[in-house]
């Protein structure tokens, strides 16, 4: 079956250190996006890329980075200088970007937590 | 522009009775409108979709959502609530940028 998958499921982040979550897919789909989920609060985009080798700053892109090497991966790096990176993160695709009536499909998300 | 507003930030019900999740959108032209559900440290799964033919979409597990333009609304509904439902629930416009709305948190008590 066709799907997002996400890795790690969980990840500790120590002080000053750069962290790498993966997210791999299989759908053929040509965009795919980043969102952040704190507790209690909706999703907030982080980055998101319509193409290989293209992608574009969300609403909190601040500490965080990204690239898109292969239409299947889309991995976001969560830098030293993003101050408060507790957070749930889900990554996300859909057909194409910018096409209203077709739905984004989810993984699982990982939990990245401080040291 | 186009946003998204859930009215109730927790919702709980009793297994058996009816559930009721009330999502209004604004938007300048006919738009997407998408439910989504979330159990808990999992991704989000969709539920239904609306892209302008029937108003009344049926979805998966008995849910089902009423687009009124009128009152510019998508509730989602199911008749029967599962100790399963219980879960998180988000509205969403589709566009060229997706909005979410705010998440409602659906209680189901035994």
């Known amino acids: 079956d066709g799907g997002i998958t996400q890795s790690p499921k969980y990840l500790f982040r120590k002080e000053g250190q750069n962290v790498t979550l993966s997210c791999e897919q299989n759908l053929n789909h040509d965009a795919m996006y980043w969102y952040r989920q704190d507790p209690g609060q909706g999703l907030r985009l982080i980055y998101y890329s319509q193409i290989v080798n293209d992608f574009q700053k969300g609403d909190i892109a601040e500490g965080y980075s990204v690239s898109r090497e292969k239409k299947e991966s889309f991995p976001l790096t969560v830098t030293s200088a993003q101050k408060n990176p507790t957070a749930f993160y889900l990554c996300?695709?859909?057909?194409?970007?910018?096409?209203?009536?077709?739905?984004?499909?989810f993984g699982d998300g990982t939990r990245l937590s401080i040291l | 522009a186009q946003s998204v507003t859930q009215l109730d930030s927790h919702v709980s019900v009793s297994e058996g009775t009816p559930v009721l999740l009330r999502c209004n959108y604004s938007s300048s032209y006919s738009p997407s409108l998408f439910w989504y559900v979330q159990h808990p440290n999992k991704g989000l799964q969709l539920l239904l979709k609306?892209?302008?033919?029937?108003?009344l979409v049926k979805g998966i597990n008995g849910f089902e959502a009423e687009f009124k333009k009128s009152e510019t609304s998508f509730h989602l509904t199911k008749p029967s609530a599962h100790m399963s439902d219980a879960a998180e629930y988000f509205c969403?416009?589709?566009?060229?940028?997706?909005?979410f709305g705010a998440g409602t948190r659906l209680f189901v008590k035994a």
């Open positions: 969403v416009v589709g566009g060229f940028k997706t909005i």
């Open positions: 996300a695709s859909s057909l194409m970007l910018g096409q209203g009536n077709q739905p984004q499909h």
């Open positions: 609306y892209t302008s033919a029937a108003t």
